[in-house]
DNA sequence: GTCCAGCATG
DNA sequence: CATGCTGGAC
């Protein structure tokens, strides 16, 4: 009865299924590196990243002798960049701790920086055909619509009852294409608005759908609003032999954008009139009083993270070279060419080509 | 313009 | 339980 709509599931993935590069392979690696890039992104958004990536880093020795700052360029756009340290990271690992053959059992792929629940779960069924269920955004769409859970899914609770109910309809011998299956058809019928009902093979057994609520689940409980961020960013210009340099600043290990590469500048919580940011950027950056005024400012550009809220600005000023205060070396002046080897974040990448 | 989808980590 | 990114839907 239950397996019936597992079976179900998969047959309806057989006949339906996009035909997706990572869908054509066995090769562990190539499964991780899709859901390393498929974690919180849309398969539209990360197919040619996926495809850029494997051609430059095709095994796991490849991607561990590449450097931090490679990774982290062919990653540019994506976001959420600490999937591509720790995937890196995870790389060295592999190649270190297991001579580069990738792990596979549950527990040591999970095991791997970056690799939680879900990932470990998908890599063990889809790679090495290992019964664990995988749940992701579209299982728990699928299976608290399908179950009429009233428990909010972001929450322990939630979850135990999705894992719960998810297991009565697991096909356990058949695990790779179940999990699959589930979640494409969260991705194609079930989806997050304007589901597709009448084509769902699962609408006979749906409580939602059979009630006629199929907007309200899943449940959710909303999550603290993001707080404002105010950036300032200076663009200092140069020029040496008929050479336009720019100064890039290369973030640190707290906060966001690790480890990418940005412009200097100062940040605040609050509105700040822009002439006192213009002064007090000068008095740390500049100590012999200097004068010269701001060429072009850009901005407010807005710019959502997960939990901010950024107001940017961007300040072009023309500048001597060696009068610039290099707190820590963090600064280093690049060409406007050398730009486009450095890994930044979406933010500085858009004011870069409209405006350098 | 605002909101939401999509996992892992400390 | 709080934090990290971007794109697309609305």
Redesign the pocket.
């Known amino acids: 009865m239950t397996t019936k709509i597992g079976q179900d599931l998969i047959a309806w993935y057989k006949k339906n299924k996009r035909d997706l590069p990572w869908r054509n392979t066995n090769d562990p690696y190539l499964i991780w590196v899709s859901?390393i890039i498929?974690?919180?992104?849309?398969i539209?958004?990360g197919l040619s990243y996926y495809l850029r990536f494997v051609v430059r880093f095709p095994s796991i020795e490849d991607l561990a002798n590449a450097s931090e700052n490679e990774v982290l360029k062919y990653w540019?756009?994506?976001?959420?960049?600490?999937r591509a340290r720790?995937m890196h990271a995870s790389a060295k690992q592999i190649s270190e701790l297991y001579k580069g053959k990738f792990p596979d059992n549950y527990d040591q792929i999970?095991s791997?920086?970056?690799?939680?629940?879900?990932?470990?779960a998908?890599i063990a069924s889809i790679a090495f055909n290992l019964p664990h269920a995988v749940i992701?955004?579209?299982v728990?769409?699928v299976i608290s619509r399908l179950y009429g859970i009233e428990i909010a899914v972001n929450?322990n609770n939630g979850q135990k009852l999705v894992d719960e109910k998810l297991n009565t309809i697991f096909v356990r011998n058949d695990p790779a294409n179940f999990n699959q299956a589930i979640?494409e058809l969260?991705?194609m019928i079930c989806?997050?608005?304007?589901p597709e009902c009448n084509k769902c093979v699962l609408n006979v057994n749906c409580v939602a759908f059979q009630q006629n609520r199929v907007n309200d689940f899943p449940v959710?409980i909303?999550?603290?609003?993001p707080?404002l961020l105010y950036l300032f960013y200076f663009i200092l210009k140069y020029q040496n032999n008929s050479q336009q340099f720019v100064y890039l600043n290369k973030r640190g290990e707290n906060?966001?954008?690790?480890n990418?590469y940005d412009f200097p500048g100062l940040q605040f919580n609050s509105k700040k009139e822009m002439n006192e940011v213009v002064t007090e950027f000068k008095q740390k950056y500049f100590p012999n009083n200097f004068t010269q005024n701001p060429e072009k400012i850009t901005g407010p550009i807005?710019?959502?993270?997960?939990?901010?809220s950024i107001l940017a600005f961007f300040i072009e000023l023309k500048i001597d070279k060696l009068s610039v205060n290099n707190f820590d070396d963090k600064l280093i002046a690049v060409t406007v060419e050398e730009l486009q080897k450095y890994p930044v974040?979406?933010?500085i990448?858009n004011y870069i080509k409209a405006n350098l």
């Open positions: 859901e498929l974690q919180q992104t849309r539209d958004q540019q756009g994506l976001g959420y960049y600490s720790n999970k791997l920086k970056g690799v939680g629940p879900y990932t470990a998908a992701d955004g579209n728990n769409r929450t979640m969260g991705a989806k997050p608005s304007s959710k909303k999550l603290k609003s707080e906060a966001i954008w690790k990418l807005k710019h959502q993270l997960t939990h901010k974040s979406k933010l990448e």
